[in-house]
């Protein structure tokens, strides 16, 4: 059964940092690119940070957090992170773990990120 469990969302400062987890299992990870997504109240899900399997280079961001966040990966671990920087409130949002596995999405539960001062 292929499981997202994804972790390390919390309340932070505007300008703050946080670094979010996500640890994937039943599935080889190292194969497969993965995604975070987030979704804000009241908006869709939308789409921010990829990073491909075995072959980290070229990661693809968003444009609202590009220069600020960093998706990264430790396949030993079948662990992502995603390195959150210069943290804004726009950024509020569930952030949620993606993997596109056998023709189709599976999610994590997602970690709520709360940007207030």
């Known amino acids: 059964q292929v499981q997202l469990v994804e972790s390390g969302g919390g309340l932070v400062q505007p300008g703050g940092s946080l670094r979010l987890s996500c640890v994937g299992s039943?599935?080889?990870?190292?194969?497969?690119?993965m995604s975070w997504y987030r979704q804000a109240p009241g908006k869709e899900r939308e789409f921010v940070a990829r990073?491909?399997?075995?072959?980290?280079?070229?990661?693809t961001y968003a444009e609202s957090v590009k220069g600020r966040f960093i998706i990264s990966r430790d396949n030993a671990q079948n662990t992502l992170y995603l390195h959150m920087d210069s943290i804004e409130p726009e950024d509020t949002a569930v952030y949620y773990c993606n993997v596109f596995y056998y023709n189709r999405d599976v999610w994590g539960q997602g970690t709520q990120v709360t940007v207030s001062s």
């Open positions: 990073i491909r399997g075995l072959h980290f280079d070229s990661p």
């Open positions: 039943g599935f080889t990870f190292r194969n497969y690119a």
